[in-house]
């Protein structure tokens, strides 16, 4: 109370009330100019606190349900295990013609002038023939062009598993009329080193043979006979002079091919088995033994050039067969692997060869080709029993099965 009267009695005085009234509105100005100071934007934006950042969840994507693809796998290619060669008997044929019974069949390459027999083609072919429990011996030809090195077709026939492999064909063959066939040793010998190499790289047990030795008549053809061999030795040096310096390759390790074509069986001829006796010579081996380094790729008859009467269909026919009967009997005594040359007739150059056991429609012909069916059969003794045939296929099949002709064979057909 004292100190509210105290200032009620300054303020009676003029000169006190006058500075207490300016103090009073210095007082209010202040509190005013805090107040919007303090109320200012920037202020304002000071004393907010910063919101915490939203956080927004990714997503999880909703995944397709894949469609489910079926792949096949690779279906594993059936190799049929390997054959004494006492077993080793078949004919040259084509993809598409049933040989039945006939336990081989020879195929080729394009390279050799006719057919489509690559890539999957031929692994389906092999592999069709496979699954009948027949063998293939696939032929692949020279050339004496650039293409003679190129590996393609090597490794193509490898990777389609054949039974066995023909790396070149007549080599040696110096004829004006097929002059594409001969290729000098040394080419030869990388040829054959290049091919043989890349079917052992997949298969080392498939069989290789080197070549053929294109047909000539034993006695009479001597001397040709000893160039033939003259060629094996010069390809011989050139294999361990330039394609592997230093080496001791030797032709007396390989399998080398063989062709025959001569009357065997008639007029007395038995032109295969002079042969026999000239390269087991060469190899230094006993004849029996000779089926592991020779294979006959081409038994054939001879019907023009060689004292058959082209004119007559009783000597055409008659010497065919018993060419037929001979070459087998004497490759099958040696054991010598052997293929009957031809599946087929065929022509060539206008001409009818009508050297098949099947005619040029595919059907078997009878056993004397001259005559109506049934005109003439042989009764064959196989193991217990007594089989009768009248066609050539079937004749060829029961001798190569192990059949035994009559004794009088000869006579049957020849009459």
Not at 36 to 43: G, I, K
Not at 261 to 287: E, P, T
Not at 371 to 379: G, H, I, V
Request: net charge neutral; with cysteine; proline share 6%.
């Amino acid at each position: 109370m004292n100190i509210l009267k105290n200032i009620l009695a300054t303020l009676k005085q003029p000169r006190n009330a006058t500075i207490t009234i300016a103090a009073v509105i210095c007082v209010v100005l202040a509190t005013l100019s805090y107040h919007l100071v303090s109320a200012s934007p920037e202020q304002q934006l000071r004393a907010e606190v910063t919101p915490t950042a939203k956080v927004v969840p990714t997503p999880t994507p909703t995944l397709a349900t894949p469609t489910k693809v079926n792949v096949k796998p690779t279906p594993t290619p059936l190799i049929l295990p390997g054959q004494d060669r006492s077993k080793i008997l078949g004919i040259a044929g084509e993809p598409g013609t049933n040989y039945a019974s006939i336990p081989w069949i020879r195929l080729s390459h394009p390279s050799c002038g006719w057919g489509n027999l690559r890539g999957n083609v031929l692994k389906k072919t092999i592999q069709d023939y496979h699954h009948k429990g027949v063998r293939i011996l696939f032929s692949i030809c020279q050339s004496n062009s650039a293409s003679l090195y190129d590996t393609a077709k090597f490794d193509d026939a490898a990777s389609a598993y054949p039974d066995a492999v023909q790396c070149g064909n007549e080599q040696m063959k110096q004829d004006a009329s097929v002059s594409f066939l001969y290729v000098p040793p040394d080419k030869f010998a990388k040829f054959y080193d290049l091919c043989e190499r890349a079917i052992h790289k997949v298969r080392p047990s498939t069989p290789v043979i080197l070549g053929s030795l294109d047909p000539h008549v034993a006695g009479a053809d001597y001397q040709l006979l000893v160039n033939q061999a003259s060629y094996l030795d010069q390809m011989q040096a050139a294999m361990n002079s330039s394609v592997h310096p230093g080496g001791n390759w030797n032709w007396r390790n390989q399998i080398i091919g063989l062709i025959d074509s001569w009357h065997n069986g008639w007029a007395g001829a038995d032109n295969l088995n002079g042969l026999f006796d000239f390269w087991s010579q060469q190899f230094q081996l006993d004849k029996g033994q000779l089926g592991n380094h020779l294979w006959v790729i081409e038994g054939t008859g001879c019907f023009k050039g060689c004292g058959i009467n082209t004119d007559s269909a009783y000597e055409l026919a008659v010497s065919h067969i018993l060419t037929l009967i001979s070459d087998v009997n004497v490759a099958r005594q040696y054991k010598v692997p052997f293929f009957y040359f031809s599946g087929r007739d065929f022509k060539d150059q206008g001409l009818v060869w009508p050297i098949g056991i099947l005619d040029l429609q595919g059907r078997p012909k009878a056993i004397r080709q001259d005559l109506a069916p049934q005109a003439r059969t042989l009764n064959l003794t196989c193991g217990n029993k007594t089989v009768n045939v009248s066609d050539q296929l079937q004749l060829l099949s029961r001798l190569y099965s192990g059949c035994a002709l009559p004794d009088n064979y000869i006579n049957i057909l020849s009459s």
